[in-house]
């Protein structure tokens, strides 16, 4: 299992990571799909479980350390951990209705697999952007303490 190596300059990764944390909070109501929620919360229709609370706090914490890797592995060359990452988010994206993201994800699993390294940075950049996309929803979806 050997690692691809790609041209990505530190600069971009730390410019991404600047830009990734300058995002705005403001909450984009289409970042999570309304019948992918419905699901989730017929499963729980009382609430009594939290199982929503539950599966957006697992989500969440998801985003903190998978993001972070993603941008690390990218800096670093290393396809592999870039494909790891990108098909985790994509199958958890889309089991809380982020469908925008997990198609992104699908999009950079699938170009890193075909070896389609141009335009690559592109693509993590665009999961990231729409990372912080879904943030703000996933926030309104959870009680404040």
């Keep these: 299992m050997s690692t ?40 729980d229709p009382q609430g009594r479980s939290g199982l929503l609370e539950r599966v957006v706090k697992a989500f969440q914490e998801s985003l903190a ?33 982020a469908l925008r993201l997990s198609a992104l994800c699908a999009e950079l699993e699938a170009a890193v697999r075909g070896n389609a390294l ?6 993590v950049n665009g999961v990231c952007a729409e990372i912080e996309n879904v943030k703000p929803a996933l926030e309104q979806l959870t009680p404040k303490a």
């Design 65 to 97: 350390r998978l993001a972070p890797q993603l941008l690390s592995a990218m800096a670093a060359g290393d396809t592999k951990v870039v494909r790891h990452v990108a098909h985790t988010l994509k199958s958890s994206a889309a089991s809380i209705g």
């Design 4 to 43: 691809s190596s790609l041209q990505a300059p530190q600069e971009t990764s730390r410019q991404t990571r600047q830009d990734v944390a300058a995002a705005p909070e403001v909450c984009d109501p289409t970042a999570l799909d309304a019948s992918a929620l419905a699901g989730l919360r017929e499963l």
């Design 118 to 123: 141009d335009g690559l940075q592109s693509r």
